[in-house]
T-cell receptor, first 116, second 111 residues
Framework: GAGVSQSPSNKVTEKGKDVELRCDPI?????LYWYRQSLGQGLEFLIY????????KSGLPSDRFSAERTGGSVSTLTIQRTQQEDSAVYLC??????????????FGNGTRLTVT | RKEVEQDPGPFNVPEGATVAFNCTYS??????FFWYRQDCRKEPKLLMS???SGNEDGRFTAQLNRASQYISLLIRDSKLSDSATYLC????????????FGAGTRLFVKA
């Protein structure tokens, strides 16, 4: 299993509940990204982790969204007090963290979040 | 102006046709470039990196024009299975490392 792993693959939750989404990047990849994608739309950048540097949180849409990356590996994206507009596919990707053509992003299968 | 721009399409072409996608980027300091493919309700997958000298992988050819700041993808002899959204991706180091995705171009190949 060398790919990026995300769980759960599907999550249905009631409006107002908190959810946690998990991403397990490719072993050895120092860079980790979270994106979300609504149906028929492009990728929306959320947050980027690179090694021990402070994460780039510039894409988080509100303070209900937070993410952490423990031990430079697994990451969790937490959405508090979910709203219906949070419904989307949440995609995690990792890369080697080096610049250049040999560091493309590799995506997980995503978590499809539905807020009812 | 968006940092990475693509024609959203859709492009509707018959099987066997040659189709070209262009992508422009605004940051002249961008360093690496990729084309991704995304099938409906699936995650994006790397199609090919774009080398400065241009590169070819079977029916797919990618080119980079740094002076004009655009990247192209050419698909020859289109197959039904090429139907997907093609995403242009640009990495840059300005103001920290950034990976920017274009919004994608939809391609429909018809029999």
């Amino acid at each position: 299993g060398a790919g990026v792993s995300q769980s759960p693959s599907n999550k249905v939750t009631e409006k107002g509940k908190d959810v946690e989404l998990r991403c397990d990047p490719i072993s050895g990849h120092t860079a980790l990204y979270w994106y979300r994608q609504s149906l028929g739309q492009g990728l929306e950048f959320l947050i980027y982790f690179q090694g021990n540097s402070a994460p780039d949180k510039s894409g988080l849409p509100s303070d209900r969204f937070s993410a952490e990356r423990t031990g430079g590996s697994v990451s969790t994206l937490t959405i508090q007090r979910t709203q219906q507009e949070d419904s989307a596919v949440y995609l995690c990707a990792s890369s080697s963290g080096r610049t250049g053509i040999n560091s493309p992003l590799h995506f997980g299968n995503g978590t499809r979040l539905t807020v009812t | 102006r968006k940092e990475v721009e693509q024609d959203p399409g859709p492009f509707n072409v018959p099987e066997g046709a040659t189709v070209a996608f262009n992508c422009t980027y605004s940051n002249s300091a961008s360093q690496s470039f990729f084309w991704y493919r995304q099938d409906c309700r699936k995650e994006p997958k790397l199609l090919m990196s774009v080398y400065s000298s241009g590169n070819e992988d079977g029916r797919f050819t990618a080119q980079l024009n740094r002076a004009s700041q655009y990247i192209s993808l050419l698909i020859r002899d289109s197959k039904l299975s090429d139907s997907a959204t093609y995403l242009c991706v640009v990495n840059s180091l300005t103001g920290g490392f950034k990976t920017i995705f274009g919004a994608g171009t939809r391609l429909f190949v018809k029999a």
